[in-house]
């Protein structure tokens, strides 16, 4: 018991920490159904800890983690990863139809953004429907300086971007979309 008990003291936080971390990051369903992986992983471990150690209270904590984990499990690795799937599948067939081609609505979110020549201006953080019309309203688009702490949220108004790939292109340049005025924190206009 003691070499699993020494096994378990060193995969429990590591575990933990690395889950934390694929949660984190958003990277999509499948890396974030993993991460819950790694939590459950990391919960087990604790849970053997606290039972061998007679911390009931870690024990008990780390057993109800467990649950939540598996959730996580099955929200993300499950349902997520269809819906995604199921999106990509939409996508593909209509590149490989003739018509106007489809993209998820999520899927919007977090992709990069360039100017009309192609630069790189940020990234995509959200898109507003107009719920009458069934389309775009406009686009959120952060850019942030070279660390990533300080960030600045414009609206581009639709008719000014378009999916080009795996990317947003917006229909004007750097300098006209440093003129777009700033949005304010959680005070976001209706529309553009």
Same mark, same amino acid.
């Given at each position: 018991m003691s070499a699993l008990l020494?096994?378990?003291?060193?995969i429990a936080p590591a575990a933990t920490m690395i889950a934390a971390m694929m949660t984190a990051a958003n990277l999509g369903a499948r890396t974030t159904g993993w991460g819950f992986v790694v939590f459950t992983i990391g919960s087990i471990a604790w849970a053997l800890i606290g039972l061998s150690s007679g911390q009931s209270n870690l024990l008990a904590t780390n057993v109800f983690l467990t649950l939540v984990n598996g959730v996580g499990i099955w929200r993300w690795l499950g349902r997520q990863a269809k819906y995604q799937d199921g999106a990509r599948t939409a996508t593909a067939e209509s590149d490989a139809t003739a018509g106007p081609s489809v993209v998820a609505a999520s899927a919007l979110c977090?992709?990069? =953004? %360039?100017?009309?020549a192609?630069? &790189?201006? @940020?990234?995509?953080? !959200?898109?507003?429907?107009?719920?009458?019309?069934g389309q775009?309203?406009? =686009? %959120?688009?952060?850019?942030?300086? &070279?660390? @990533?702490?300080?960030? !600045?949220?414009?609206?581009?108004?639709?008719?000014?971007?378009?999916?080009?790939?795996?990317?947003?292109a917006l229909a004007i340049d750097a300098e006209e979309f440093s003129r777009l005025p700033i949005l304010a924190d959680r005070n976001w206009p209706a529309r553009l």
């Amino acid at each position: 018991m003691s070499a699993l008990l020494d096994i378990a003291q060193w995969i429990a936080p590591a575990a933990t920490m690395i889950a934390a971390m694929m949660t984190a990051a958003n990277l999509g369903a499948r890396t974030t159904g993993w991460g819950f992986v790694v939590f459950t992983i990391g919960s087990i471990a604790w849970a053997l800890i606290g039972l061998s150690s007679g911390q009931s209270n870690l024990l008990a904590t780390n057993v109800f983690l467990t649950l939540v984990n598996g959730v996580g499990i099955w929200r993300w690795l499950g349902r997520q990863a269809k819906y995604q799937d199921g999106a990509r599948t939409a996508t593909a067939e209509s590149d490989a139809t003739a018509g106007p081609s489809v993209v998820a609505a999520s899927a919007l979110c977090g992709l990069d =953004v %360039v100017d009309r020549a192609g630069h &790189a201006i @940020g990234s995509c953080v !959200e898109a507003l429907i107009d719920c009458g019309a069934g389309q775009i309203n406009y =686009v %959120v688009v952060a850019t942030r300086d &070279a660390v @990533g702490l300080n960030e !600045e949220l414009r609206g581009v108004p639709n008719g000014q971007f378009n999916l080009a790939g795996e990317r947003l292109a917006l229909a004007i340049d750097a300098e006209e979309f440093s003129r777009l005025p700033i949005l304010a924190d959680r005070n976001w206009p209706a529309r553009l």
